[in-house]
């Protein structure tokens, strides 16, 4: 099993910025990718952006030149910079991951954690 924390959510003013953390933990052999998603109230879950083990990298076209996603390999990690916030950025953000125990690959999400852009 893999567990996915995320963390740095919060409310935040238009046109500021946020750092969200996702550290995956458990059994892991590799991570193939890493992604946030995003759901606003009434909507259905969207990519924001993906990173896939090799550094390549794809955003949501909403976000392209405002957000930025990064991993750190060694600490399993994945972080999305989101810079010029909007109000129609506001959702719950999902931590995504696909793993490879070794013997098999599986999707984890993590919990959410709220981002509120206030106008």
Sequence with gaps: ?????????????????????????????????????????????????????GGSTHYADSVIGRFTISRDNAKNTVYLRMNSLKPEDTAVYYCYAYVSSGTSSSEYWGQGTQVTVSS
């Excluded at 959510?9 to 992604?35: D, K, N, T, W, Y």
């Design 1 to 53: 099993q893999v567990q996915l924390v995320e963390s740095g959510g919060g409310l935040v003013q238009l046109r500021e910025s946020l750092r969200l953390s996702c550290a995956a933990s458990g059994i892991i052999f590799s991570i193939h990718s890493m992604a946030w998603y995003r759901q606003a109230p009434g909507e259905q879950r969207e990519l924001v952006a993906s990173i896939i083990s």
